[in-house]
């Protein structure tokens, strides 16, 4: 075995049998249960990142006095911001060790549900993974069904007629909620043009990955394992859940003030 196989395969296709062997034998459930569960342990790496995001929402407004003042002198922003986030315990970069980890944990998974989980005799496989306590029979047959998927094959619709695959349900969900974590982290400002190209680019591409990211679990999706999608979906929704009850509606204001949802967000912010 490698080093990623013993430090994240092993560990992760081991608590999901855990899951399995708990709720009687339903691997679909024990994919969200055992991914609800992730999110929880991985809580703690999360919350500092957050926190970070919402002082640099509260803060914006000075954050936007201190490019205007140093707009010219790109050294001086940099140590003017440097020494603005020191002073109010902002790190900025806090998220990238947490994310790193859930980008590991989904790679893991993938393996685990494209390798272990895929094809024939799949108990024989998870065997050379698991720990002795958590070994299944000899010739046990592990139920991959799971509501309308197949949580080995992908979450797609093929329509007669139609030469091309669409996604399913889960994976459409899983990308619209990707979305809506991304707008809620997204800090609710009037945009300015500053005239500078450098500035106006940086806002295209912050603003383009808000809508590419999804879009790409979408078509990536369509070639993994439905379980994966699963994972997914629920890492997605209690992200954006977490991030709302951080810092509000964010970048998403606007939109559900038409809806007529945001009573008093200035109220909302205060708490």
Known sequence: MNIFQILLIQPLTNGLILFYKLLGGNMGLSIVFFSIFLRIVT????????????????FEPQLSKLKEKHKNDKKKLLAAQTEFYK?????????CLPYLLQIAILIALFNVFNKVLAG???????????YTPLKLEEGHVVATSFLYLDITKPDVFKIPGIAFNLPGPILILA????FISAKITQPHVK????GKQEDDMQTTMQQSMIYTFPLFTLLFGMNFPSGLAIYWLLFSVIQAIQQYKTSGW????????????LKSPSSKDKK
Do not use: V, W
């Open 175 to 178: 990308a619209i909620f990707q």
């Open 120 to 130: 024939g005799d799949i108990a024989s496989k998870l065997n050379e993974l698991l």
């Open 191 to 194: 945009k300015k043009k500053t």
């Open 87 to 95: 002073q109010n315990g902002i790190n900025p970069g806090g998220g």
């Open 43 to 58: 809580n703690p790496l999360t919350k500092p990142y957050m926190q970070s995001m919402k002082k640099l929402k509260d």
């Open 250 to 261: 964010g970048g998403l204001t606007p939109f559900i003030s038409k809806l007529g949802l």
